[in-house]
């Protein structure tokens, strides 16, 4: 910590909040909890309205705005955006709207992709409005304005994962231990037919700019080959969030037992508290539904 700063008690206690359209947050928050096992972490997933990447930039503005006004209502020290559409379109937006410091997951992710390649081509799997944003390749180009950057539209990926994790399979298995869930016959031939375009552009980088893509990097490695680097934002969100965290004095103390609390509109908590605990790593204990009136009651007009 720098000389200067004194840290406020208050303000270390509080938690982290992180958002996103539904579970494929969950693989941020993973991140985030392994890497400051003393913070705690509250959870926003606004599965009811998930997928976010077949909406409108107005739409998920204003569910992110939604979202960003609950969280800072319940006293979180910082917002992380972990989901990529709703930080490529509504990012912004929530930094000037809350009083609280608010990062996306696109630069963190833009960073990993920089570090990581050698060719300077790089393919960046997301959805459809992500891709169309072009916010990858602007966050790239900030970066190195002379790495070529090729988007791959990927929302299908988003629907593979909801389906798979809504029929139960995955309930006795572990996440990343047993790949075999999400790595399928049928789920190869999707992958492979979505990623086909990237195979034609010599890339030697892909960003999974979605978070539910890690979930499917198994098959994607397949597909794309072993001379494919595979970056997720998730850990250098972590890296980021965490100097932000250090330099503002905002550090949970060591030794703090963390408290973490998930919240959903989903109308299932059962099914989300199980599909959540194999993305996160461990059982969803504090979960809350939130009705969609709620959090309509907080829609600030996008700026």
């Known amino acids: 910590m720098d000389s200067m700063e004194v840290p406020d008690i208050t303000l270390n206690a509080m938690p982290i909040g992180v958002f996103d359209s539904g579970l494929g947050g969950l693989t941020v928050?993973?991140?985030?909890?392994?890497?400051?096992?003393?913070?705690?972490?509250?959870?926003?997933?606004?599965?009811?309205?998930?997928p976010y990447g077949i909406r409108t930039m107005d739409e998920v503005r204003s569910f992110t705005a939604q979202a960003g006004r609950w969280l800072e209502a319940h006293a979180v020290k910082i917002m992380v955006i972990a989901c990529n559409t709703a930080t490529a379109s509504a990012l912004s937006t929530v930094q000037t709207m809350l009083d609280v410091p608010v990062i996306g997951v696109i630069a963190p992710g833009a960073r990993a992709a920089i570090?990581?390649?050698r060719s300077r081509r790089v393919g960046v799997l997301a959805t459809e409005l992500t891709v169309g944003s072009g916010a990858y390749a602007k966050a790239i180009h900030a970066l190195d304005a002379g790495v070529q950057v090729f988007g791959c539209p990927a929302s299908s990926f988003v629907e593979i994962v909801e389906r798979e994790l809504a029929t139960g399979a995955h309930v006795h298995e572990t996440w990343l231990e047993h790949a075999d869930v999400f790595d399928t016959p049928e789920i190869r031939a999707e992958v492979a037919r979505v990623v086909e375009p990237l195979s034609r552009e010599e890339i030697d980088t892909v960003v999974l700019g979605c978070t539910h893509f890690p979930l499917l990097a198994g098959p994607i490695r397949a597909a794309l080959g072993d001379r494919v680097r595979v970056v997720s934002s998730a850990e250098e969100t972590t890296l980021e969030l965490t100097e932000i965290l250090r330099r503002r004095g905002q550090l949970a103390m060591d030794g703090a037992v963390p408290?973490?609390?998930?919240a959903t509109t989903s109308d299932n908590l059962a099914e989300f508290a199980a599909a959540g605990s194999f993305i996160f790593g461990q059982p969803l204990k504090s979960i809350e539904h939130i009705s969609l009136d709620e959090l309509d009651s907080l829609t600030i007009r996008a700026r």
């Not at 392994?34 to 705690?40: K, Y």
């Open 259 to 262: 408290e973490h609390r998930f």
């Open 115 to 117: 570090h990581s390649t």
């Open 29 to 50: 928050a993973r991140a985030i909890a392994r890497a400051l096992p003393n913070e705690s972490i509250y959870y926003v997933g606004d599965t009811k309205r998930c």
